[in-house]
């Protein structure tokens, strides 16, 4: 499917953010793998993800990056919030604590994300949990209250996961002021062999 | 304090400098249990990029810090026998702070109103829009380049972390001959484009930078100075004066005193850095210098470090036998954590660590200006070696605008630097009288009614930055100098020369902040030197692996962009 199209149309940074162990890693898996498990412990050598998605009949390529554990004593770095689109910020509808702390995320999202206007998608994980400490029409209306999105899901059975990123991506390319530029942004990647070969490397 | 930390580690790294951080990242990319701590509540120490907000209470905290008590633990309950405790230093490492604005703190609107109606408003730079704009401005202590084909380019790409920055190229360079700015002809593009130089001088230049370039230990051109100056060695070649003066203070970024050795070893850098990205042999990070130590965190985190902010070691555990002494590891926030081996900020060692009172500092200084030093069509970044400071020491300018997302539109960054004779304020004066217009702007009515509505609209001409160009001719406008909003002037220690090793037990590193050089090639051999002591066996950051597949590898590269981010060739 996504070779429907060679062209990318954009390149879109997306972040995962929330208190540690409402399975933000594992959202990741299930997205771009369609894979869980039980014990992820502290996932080594995630960094980001790539995917590419087809919206409209264009190719949208994600890169999606995950905490890398940094979360866990409020450390991210200012950096890993650089030039966002979208962010998708997670609470476990087991655990209430994980739900009142998203506000402190979404501070230090307010504080370091760069890009007027990204798009953010509140997510509600774990649904599959007998036990329930946040009711969904709580988490309804603090989205509502920060206008961002909102979805429940559970990682573990894959419902939502999928609408979630969907409907992230939908809204940030509606929303071409978060991306449109970036193409032609003076910002691009270089690559070793893109050495600039119209000047000699001295002046020998 | 919420969750508690696991208590063992192979590295406990104090501070997130630029050292520290490259340090933290290679035992973590091997698989060493790291934990990475900054008493701060920010990353990068001294390195640090702020915001104008951040700034003001990094600035703050600066004037506090002399209150800092140190808290002396005499709880042994951390201890055996054998073992001491000693108490950590918080060595204030900023002195003579001046901070200065020269602007009102805000326009009384009926003055830009009435008088200048033609004008937009918003032309009016005051303290309060400033500050508004505070998260514009990415303002750092310890602003530096990097040669295209340094060593940090090189550690960037080659273990893949060069994936989390993105650079533009440093477009031009500037020096200050005979009284005035002028261009440094530094590509061979350059060199053939430039109206400053004759043709003749042209050959000059280019069969001079040739000989250097071409330099090996055992040719014969340079036999006869290997004990005189680099000046001497470019006074015989019987060059013209300006040709001398490009080569000395501009290519080689030397002085009249540097030896003549010296001086064509750095040419040599300058050249072989040239033709990689961009015109000009440096690259600048965008956001600033402080995204850099981050990147090295964000690798370090990746492959499992653990971070911690406003947390740091109150002291730490050393064994003391006959021989020598080992730490063993850290109390903090009364909590025991030990560690094979501890990575300190010079900042942050005990003391008795240290065998020397640091006599070593930079002089900083920090502008924020109205217009660029040198106004070109295009926004330019700018390196300038300005020759003549103190004691014929050159003071290095870096002038940044807003397409590096330094500050915002309409604004530029200069940097000053230069080795500390007396103080910051003091040591760069030379440099300041020369390009920057440091008068008062003075917006207070009763004022403007003595000296004349048109003196008035002088000074708002000069720091509106509303000249309209068209009247003038493009020489004139290039003359007009930058009219300084704000400044910032301070000291910072710089321990780059000094053997850290001396008082310290074997398995404790200390690191030093940032050092007097352009780039960050100190920071990068300090990295390594310490890894090898702790690892001799072990790679230095062995390439990181890609997720499945590389990020943006098909975007395509706009041609003639300054822009740039390296990514490794498979
Ligand atoms: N029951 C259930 N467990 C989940 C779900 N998502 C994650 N987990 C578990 O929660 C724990 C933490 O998940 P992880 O993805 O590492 O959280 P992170 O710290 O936010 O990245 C792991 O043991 C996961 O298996 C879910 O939807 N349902
Ligand atoms: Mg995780």
Partial sequence: MSNFSNDVLTTLKILIIGESSVGKSSLLMRFIHDRFEDDLGLTIGVDFKTKTVVIDGNSVKLAIWDTAGQERFRTLTPSYYRDAQGAILVYDVSSRVSFVKLELWLNELEMYSNRKGIIMMIVGNKIDKDKREVSREEGIQFAKKYKSLFIETSAKTKDGVEYAFDELVQKIIETPALWENTRYRQTQQLTDDNITDNQSSCLC | MGEDLCSE??????????????????????????????????????????????????????????????????????????????????????SNIDEQ???????????????FSKNEKNDFWDQEKIKNLSRKFNLDLAPKLLFSRGSLVDLLISSNIARYAEFRSVSRILTWYNGQLETVPCSRADVFSTKDVSVMEKRLLMKMLQLCAEYKPNGNEFKNF?????????????????????????????????????????????????GRFGNTPFLWPLYGSGELPQCFCRLCAVFGGVYHLKRTADSLVVLKTDMKSICKGIVSNDQFLSTHHLILNVSEAPSSFLQETFNEGLSRGIFITNRSIYSSEKESLTLLQFPYGIKNKPITVIEIGSSTHACPDGLYIIHMTCKQNTNATEDLKPAV?????????????????????SGFAYDYEIYSGAIDMTNKENQEVKS?????????????????????????????????????????EFAVKQAKEIFKKMYPNEEFLPRAPDPEELLLDDEEIISGDNNSSLTSTE
């Fill in chain 2, 9 to 94: 580690y192979d590295v406990i790294v104090i501070g997130t400098g630029m050292t520290e951080s490259i340090i933290a990242a290679a035992a973590s990319r091997i698989g060493k249990r790291v934990l990475h701590l900054d008493r701060n509540d920010y990353y990068g120490g001294m390195w640090a990029t702020f915001s104008f907000d951040a700034l003001q209470r990094w600035l703050k905290e600066c004037h506090n810090q002399d209150q800092k008590n140190i808290t002396n633990f005499k709880n042994k309950t951390y201890i055996s026998q054998d073992e001491i405790l000693i108490s950590c230093g918080s060595q204030s490492s900023v």
């Fill in chain 2, 480 to 520: 007009v100098r930058p009219q300084v909003l704000w400044a910032l002037y301070f000291n910072c220690l710089e321990t780059s020369q000094c053997d850290l090793s001396v008082n310290v037990p074997s398995n404790i590193y200390l690191t030093s902040g940032p050092d007097a050089d352009i780039d960050f």
């Fill in chain 2, 433 to 453: 009288e020369k390009l920057l217009e440091i008068e008062q702007i003075d917006l207070d009515p009763s004022h403007s009614a003595s000296s004349g509505i």
């Fill in chain 2, 101 to 115: 604005w020269f602007i009102p703190k805000n326009v009384p609107v009926n003055a830009s109103e009435n008088s």
């Fill in chain 2, 226 to 274: 290997e004990k005189k100056t680099f000046a001497d060695y470019l006074k015989s070649k019987e060059l013209t004066e300006n040709i001398v003066h490009y080569i000395l203070y501009a290519i080689a970024m030397s002085s009249i005193n540097t030896p003549c050795m010296t001086g064509v070893e750095r040419t040599q850098k300058f050249l072989s850095s040239l």
